[in-house]
């Protein structure tokens, strides 16, 4: 039996995937983007391309079976590639002049924002591409620094605040989705459960019915039996009020075609329901009308008196 | 204690066989029938009886005690009419039952007392 992986997973795969298709086919538009720069290698956006893509293939190899340690690791990885060949990039771009410094760290904070397997690597990945940033930008030469707009490590921290903020949001909606799936789930549980209670009391309701009538013939045509009638019906009093018991305080929902159901068919749907995602019971046929065919050999003899 | 004939409508052999031995010793007459088939097949000693007892789920895909209860109304049937049931009172068909107003439902499993009474008063709470 496999379980389907819960929404986080599916998320932080998505998030992971996404990021690694970005990286992969993004990081090649780079190079025709910095062709002109003197001194601009071509090598890092190809490393950083090629780590994207093998990751999106691992990924999508494991999309039965994701885990959220393989999407955390995936994304980290491909953050850490990217960030390197932003810093290579960078340097020859602002050395070339005429530069918008950081654009693409400024993107980065915000797919990281949107696209995070967790808050922890969501926190870190948005510090990453500051800091680097920041970092990077204080050790260019003073001649470099004057040629880039002004204030370039309180934009980044803005940036990176921004993207914290959006951080926090997406994380705490995805929060509220996992708790409104875990409530659809436990929902789903109890109805089961409840259809479960009630096939136990139908079933056990006739065979009762029949040893409570069985034991009142008994008593008047063997008054000898007292004491073994007596405790006879206080075990059927036992297990009736037990019956009571298995009365599910909420009823379960009715659908069309449950008006006649077999409650042995029910309770075996819901043991194989146990492991299985949500769905609704097997339902036996619904109620042959009176004026339909013919019912099929039941378990009774013929009509006597 | 009254003499009645009773049909009794219940797709489970051994209850029914215990009804009739209870009936019996009631000094009731009891018509044991399985299904709704039965209950059409044995239209004159159905009509002949004055009152009735029937389960309301006659098993999965099978007509209703209710479609019975309508078929007994719709021959002329004047005698009390009472549902058995094993379901919970939210069921679909037992809620149905509560509706009609000139049947009682009794929940199995029934206690002699109650069943009693449902053979020497005809049913009436």
């Known amino acids: ?28 538009m780079d190079i025709l983007v910095g062709r002109g720069i003197p001194g601009m290698p071509v090598w890092p956006p190809l490393a950083s391309a090629l780590v994207g893509l093998s990751l999106a293939a691992l990924l999508l190899g494991r999309r039965h079976r994701p885990t959220m340690a393989l999407s955390s690791w995936a994304f980290v990885i491909n953050n850490v590639a990217i960030l390197a060949t932003l810093w290579v990039t960078s340097a020859a771009y602002a050395a070339a002049g005429n530069w918008v410094p950081f654009q693409a760290h400024k993107l980065g904070i915000l797919a990281v924002a949107l696209l995070a397997p967790t808050l922890p690597i969501g926190i870190g990945g948005v510090v990453a591409y500051v800091g680097t940033a920041i970092t990077q930008y204080q050790l ?81 045509r063997a008054p000898q039996l007292e004491g073994l009638l007596d405790r006879m019906d206080r075990a059927i009093e036992r297990l009736r009020r037990l019956n009571a018991i298995l009365e599910p305080q909420r009823s379960p929902r009715w659908d069309q075609g449950d008006e006649s159901f077999d409650p042995a068919a029910l309770l075996g749907a819901s043991r194989e329901a146990r492991y299985s995602p949500p769905s609704r019971p097997a339902r036996a046929p619904s109620a042959r009308s009176p004026g339909g065919p013919a019912p099929a050999p039941g378990s009774g003899d013929r009509p006597s008196r | 204690m009254s003499h ?38 044995h239209r004159g000693e159905v009509l002949d009886c004055d009152r009735a007892i029937l389960d309301v789920n006659l098993g999965a895909g099978e007509p209703s005690g209710l479609d019975a209860f309508r ?20 069921h679909p068909l037992v809620a149905e039952a509560h509706q009609i107003g000139n049947a009682r439902v009794v929940a199995k499993p029934a206690t002699v007392a109650v069943l009693h009474s449902l053979l020497d008063s005809g049913g009436e709470p």
């Open chain 1, 1 to 28: 039996v496999t379980r389907a992986p819960g929404t986080a997973v599916r998320h932080a795969w998505r998030g992971a995937l996404v990021a690694a298709l970005l990286n992969g086919l993004a990081m090649p």
């Open chain 1, 140 to 220: 260019f030469a003073p001649a470099v620094r004057a040629s880039l707009p002004p204030g370039q490590s309180w934009v980044l921290l803005i940036y990176g605040l921004f993207g914290g903020v959006l951080l926090l949001n997406r994380v705490r909606e995805l929060a509220l989705e996992r708790a409104v799936e875990r409530a659809r789930t436990e929902a789903a549980a109890t109805e089961r459960l409840a259809r479960a209670f009630l096939a136990v009391r139908d079933l056990a309701n006739t065979p009762l019915q029949t040893l409570t009538l069985a034991a009142a013939a008994l008593r008047s």
């Open chain 2, 4 to 41: 009645h004939r009773v049909v009794f409508l219940e797709d489970d052999r051994d209850l029914r066989d215990a009804f009739a031995d209870f009936a019996s010793i009631m000094g009731s007459d009891c018509l044991k029938l399985a299904s709704y088939q039965d209950l059409l097949d």
């Open chain 2, 71 to 90: 078929w007994l109304r719709a021959q002329g049937f004047s005698g009390k009419v009472v549902f058995l049931t094993g379901h919970a009172a939210t």
